[in-house]
């Protein structure tokens, strides 16, 4: 079977380097914000561009966080996708913040700024735009967009560890942006992991008191925070596995030059190729086709594994059937949920796996 991930047969190199990772932080008995998160902290803002880096739970709570100390909450509105995971809406809500739902661009599936431009209101306070499955686009205008609107940019990077536009890399264009190191991201924890990153050093500040409980020194707590932690084993494995990510990438981005150039179908069509002086990460390979239910049997039966990224757009999930949108309704959002399957992309794939999609691909036909 040619899987989604395929963690198991990652290099055996890399797993003894887990191993020892984890035996450091065993022996040195220190468990919750140590010397290895500081360590993961300091790596991951570099490597991000950013000033400060603050490890967090998750990449749900590292939204909600990013928009708590910046006092976005009750009464304020934040625009999104409706076609991201659902995380993202999630942690609006959590924040306490009503999301507002702007249509996507059909050849990206990323957000569309004609569509957050009608999503607009006077009480609209940030905009979250979604790197999804891994591509970086049009960062200028989402600058413009919320300088000219006096509102503030938040880059949800959950599927976007590493994309580049120009020289600048995802998360260092908003005033905050925000990682999740679930195990299947590009660079995975094993297990729940997560981070924000900003140049704004009294925003990380105040992230880094809010994660632990509201807390400026010890037993001083001052304001309400939560308990959102990355802990030292997973950020000492996070090192280890941050030394593979741009291995990683490269062969992702291999296998989707590949798939570029290979499929060859007209009822197959992958989303738009990458801008030039842009790095896609592909987290996601994802193409759409009106035959979906078909070419997933057809590849299922060739021992090809698909998923759908997202089978159900936000505006459709049962908590948010009144959640408010464009005025024009969402509908390209809901072409692309019905049309869209993610084809397996992974960096332990040999490039006879990817030949196989590939032939496969190309041998569907619509009946
Ligand atoms: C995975 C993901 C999240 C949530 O991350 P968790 O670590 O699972 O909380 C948020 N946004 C997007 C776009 C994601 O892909």
Redesign the pocket.
């Known amino acids: 079977m040619i899987v989604m991930n395929d963690f198991a047969a990652e290099p055996p190199a890399l797993r003894q380097a887990i191993l020892g990772a984890v035996a450091r932080v065993l022996e040195s008995g220190w468990y919750i914000l140590g010397d290895e998160l500081k360590a993961f902290e300091r790596e991951w803002a570099q490597f991000c561009g950013t000033a400060r880096a603050v490890g967090v739970a998750?990449?749900?709570?590292?939204?909600e966080i990013a928009l708590r100390v910046l006092n976005i909450g009750t009464g304020d509105e934040v625009i999104t996708t409706p076609m991201?995971?659902f995380?993202?809406v999630l942690?609006i809500i959590r924040a306490g913040a009503t999301p507002v739902l702007a249509d996507v661009d059909p050849t990206t599936g990323l957000l569309s700024i004609e569509s957050a431009n009608r999503c607009l209101s006077t009480r609209t306070k940030a905009v979250v735009v979604?790197h999804?499955y891994g591509q970086l686009r049009d960062m200028a205008d989402w600058e413009r967009f919320s300088d000219r609107n006096g509102i503030v940019l938040i880059e949800?990077c959950?599927?976007a560890h590493g994309a580049m536009l120009g020289r600048r890399v995802a998360g260092s264009f908003g005033r905050i942006g925000?990682y999740?190191?679930?195990p299947t991201?590009n660079l995975g924890a094993p297990g729940?992991?997560?981070a924000l990153v900003t140049n704004d050093t009294a925003l990380a500040d105040r992230a880094a008191r809010f994660r632990n409980y509201g807390q400026s020194r010890r037993y001083q707590h001052t304001e309400w925070g939560m308990n959102s932690r990355l802990d030292e084993l997973h950020a000492a494995i996070l090192l280890e596995r941050l030394k593979w990510l741009e291995n990683f990438t490269a062969h992702r981005q291999r296998i989707a030059r590949q798939y570029f150039d290979g499929i060859r179908n007209p009822v197959v069509n992958p989303l738009a190729p990458p801008a030039e002086s842009t790095a896609h990460v592909f987290h996601l390979f994802v193409v759409t086709t009106p035959a979906r239910t078909a070419l997933q049997a057809h590849l299922r039966q060739r021992q090809i594994e698909t998923l759908i990224h997202y089978p159900t757009p936000i505006h459709h999930q049962q908590p948010c059937r009144d959640i408010r949108r464009d005025p024009g309704g969402l509908p390209m959002s809901e072409r692309h949920a019905s049309s869209c399957v993610s084809l397996p992309c992974h960096p332990q794939m040999s490039d006879g796996d990817v030949e196989a999609v590939i032939a496969a691909v190309n041998e569907f036909r619509e009946d």
């Open positions: 998750n990449g749900t709570d590292a939204i991201t995971a995380a993202t942690a979604v999804l949800d959950a599927q925000t999740s190191f679930y991201k729940d992991a997560g």
